[in-house]
Nanobody, 124 residues
Framework: QVQLLESGGGLVQAGGSLRLSCAAS????????MGWFRQAPGKEREFVAG????????YYADSVKGRFTISRDNAKNTMYLQMNSLKPEDTAVYYC?????????????????WGQGTQVTVSS
């Protein structure tokens, strides 16, 4: 079992920055891949970024590449999403997710555990 808790969401103006955190507990943190997803009202949940077990391999959705950075600190059992140059279209509930079966993935079905989500609102 893995428990995940996101924090760091909020309201920010376009062009601003936020850093999301995801604190994990339960299973050994360094034993599973992680990812960030987001879901805007009326839209499907979409992949944002993924990271491997050790944190030395990351991958991103094209829409956030160059603006967002995913990272993890295995000593602190925490994953992060640094979001810069935010746009109104980044407004969504952001979820962290854990993949304990494979090395990661781009789809919600690839992930086994989810946090409750944190709201990010970017005003224009």
């Amino acid at each position: 079992q893995v428990q995940l808790l996101e924090s760091g969401g909020g309201l920010v103006q376009a062009g601003g920055s936020l850093r999301l955190s995801c604190a994990a507990s339960g299973r050994t943190f360094s034993s599973y891949a992680m990812g960030w997803f987001r879901q805007a009202p009326g839209k499907e949940r979409e992949f944002v970024a993924g990271i491997n077990l050790s944190g030395d391999s990351t991958y991103y959705a094209d829409s956030v590449k160059g603006r967002f950075t995913i990272s993890r600190d295995n000593a602190k059992n925490t994953m992060y999403l640094q979001m810069n140059s935010l746009k109104p279209e980044d407004t969504a509930v952001y979820y962290c997710a854990a993949n304990v079966r494979t090395r990661g993935g781009y789809y919600p079905r690839d992930y086994d555990y989810w946090g409750q989500g944190t709201q990010v609102t970017v005003s224009s």
